[in-house]
Each structure stands twice: as C-alpha cells, then as structure tokens.
C-alpha cells in the first residue's frame, strides 16, 4: 500500500525559510516524477516546484523561480522543497504529488499519487 506525506510546515514570518519534506512508503521517489503542489483557501491546486527521475530535471512556476529549490535525497526516500524569501501569499496547504511519467506534468491530473498536505503560513 502506498503512502505519502509532506511535512514540515509551519507559521513562518516573511522573508523566511521553510523546507517541506515529502516521504513514501511502498513508492520509489528514484521511478517517478514528484511534484508539489499548495492549495491557499478558495483557490486551486497550483504547480510550483517538480523534479523527474530522469537526469532529475526540475521545473518550477514562474512566481516561486529563484525562492524554491525542489531536490530528492534517495538514501531517505525523500523530496524536498526549499522555500526561501516567503512571501504572504505563499500561504497554502502544501501537497506533494508523483507519477511513474518521465515528464514534469503541471496540471494536477496527470499525477496519480498524493499525500498529505503540510500547511505553510507566512505572516506579514
């Protein structure tokens, strides 16, 4: 049975860092591409950080390039998202995501697994 779960969240004033770690057990980070996704109050799932297990390439949406940094460590099974310079609105609830796609899918219905979310405040 596949499990995932981010953690690592937290209130966190603005101008500061944060690094949400996603976990599995039962799916190899090292066969699939791992996305994170947060989901502020109201609003959509948005893409902003993904990584693939292919010559681990990375993405990122245009609103968190050059604050985030997603990287895998594979001893531990892990994804991590490097938040730095947070800003107010990167208030959400943070889910990581992955498929067995080479690809790094933006839209949240090409990844089939989830986990928990962690939830990221960033006060003003």
């Known amino acids: 049975q596949v499990q995932m779960v981010a953690s690592g969240g937290r209130l966190v004033q603005a101008g500061g860092s944060l690094r949400p770690s996603c976990t599995s057990s039962?799916?190899?980070?090292?066969?699939?591409?791992v996305g994170w996704f947060p989901q502020a109050p109201g609003k959509e799932y948005e893409f902003v950080a993904g990584?693939?297990?292919?010559?681990?390439?990375?993405e990122y949406a245009d609103s968190v390039k050059g604050r985030f940094t997603i990287s895998r460590d594979k001893a531990k099974n892990t994804v991590d998202l490097q938040m730095n310079s947070l800003k107010p609105e990167d208030t959400a609830v943070y889910y990581c995501?992955?498929?067995?796609?080479?690809?790094?899918?933006?839209?949240?219905?090409?990844?089939?697994?989830w986990g928990q979310g962690t939830q990221v405040t960033v006060s003003s």
């Open positions: 995501a992955a498929d067995s796609t080479w690809m790094i899918p933006t839209a949240m219905t090409a990844y089939h697994y």
């Open positions: 990584s693939n297990y292919i010559g681990v390439e990375t």
């Open positions: 039962g799916l190899p980070f090292s066969r699939h591409t």
